[in-house]
């Protein structure tokens, strides 16, 4: 954003002693902007930037991810399930081919595979991540070629993803927050990412003259930055025994006993080449 230098300059000259930045287009702004305001301290989320008064917060969104590609694919074998064929096919639309992407795409795809080694994940990019029309499109075809649960991860273009899902009476998957209440019914989960919890945890810090300078936070299932949404519109219809094998993955993820690919730290695991 061309204004988000301005902003922040804004912002340091009004005497706040914190400046928390949520866009990730002021990243380059915020650490120029940042070495000008030695008495200012700064946050940014989802990268990472350097300066010795700026807080960066990554979320281990693969974890997350790795929870909705397991669900998901449980679903989709359940043909018991309204709108299900009972066949392990699901898919994911990404906004665009970039590792910051395919980390949660990977990360759905090892979940899935964990439930049922022979499932089919299909793997789109809309290219865009504000139009909700092209990802309508994009869905209706991905379900039309046999995908029961479609996973969203192309912020306004997936709502298309989620209005694709409500009119075939299949499932999405909402991604960030919440998006369980944008289709009641044909979402089946959200991966959420808690930036309430990152931002509250900075603070706190701040607070208490511990603010992490320098430091990279990194916030996964085991600091509830991550994780799946309450299910409330659908809890009732995915059975009992799915939601604790969930649970039971979430465990042993925290345990360390399952590994989940970080596609960042990693690179691309044989299985999404």
């Not at 998901?72 to 066949?87: E, P, R, W």
Request: hydrophobic share 45%; charged share 20%.
């Amino acid at each position: 954003m061309a204004q988000g230098p301005d902003i922040l300059r804004r912002a340091s000259d009004a005497g706040f002693g914190l400046v928390v930045d949520l866009e990730y287009s002021h990243g380059d702004a915020l650490q120029a902007v940042a070495k000008d305001y030695a008495d200012v301290d700064y946050v940014i989320l989802n990268q990472v930037k350097s300066g010795a008064n700026v807080a960066s917060v990554l979320f281990q969104e693969q974890e997350g991810s790795y929870l909705a590609g397991a669900l998901a694919t449980m679903v989709a074998k359940d043909a018991a399930i309204k709108g299900m064929s009972g066949k392990p096919v699901i898919g994911v639309i990404g906004g665009a081919k970039s590792i910051g992407i395919d980390k949660f795409i990977v990360g759905y795809i090892q979940g899935a595979r964990a439930v049922d080694p022979a499932a089919e994940v299909k793997v789109a990019y809309s290219n865009n991540f504000g139009d909700p029309s092209i990802g309508l499109q994009m869905a209706q075809a991905m379900f039309e070629a046999g995908a029961n649960v479609i996973y969203q991860v192309a912020g306004g273009t997936g709502l298309g993803v989620i209005q694709a899902a409500k009119e075939t009476a299949k499932f999405a998957i909402g991604v960030d927050t919440d998006q369980d209440g944008v289709a009641p019914g044909f979402v089946l989960t959200s991966m959420v990412k808690r930036t309430d919890v990152a931002v509250e945890a900075v603070i706190k810090d701040y607070a208490a003259h511990k603010f992490p300078g320098g430091q990279t936070l990194t916030l996964g299932l085991a600091q509830d930055g991550v994780g799946l949404s309450p299910m409330k519109f659908t809890h009732d219809k995915i059975p009992a025994a799915d939601l604790a094998a969930v649970e039971d993955m979430k465990k042993k993820i925290l345990s360390g006993e399952i590994k989940v690919w970080n596609a960042v730290e990693q690179g691309y695991p044989d299985f999404f080449k």
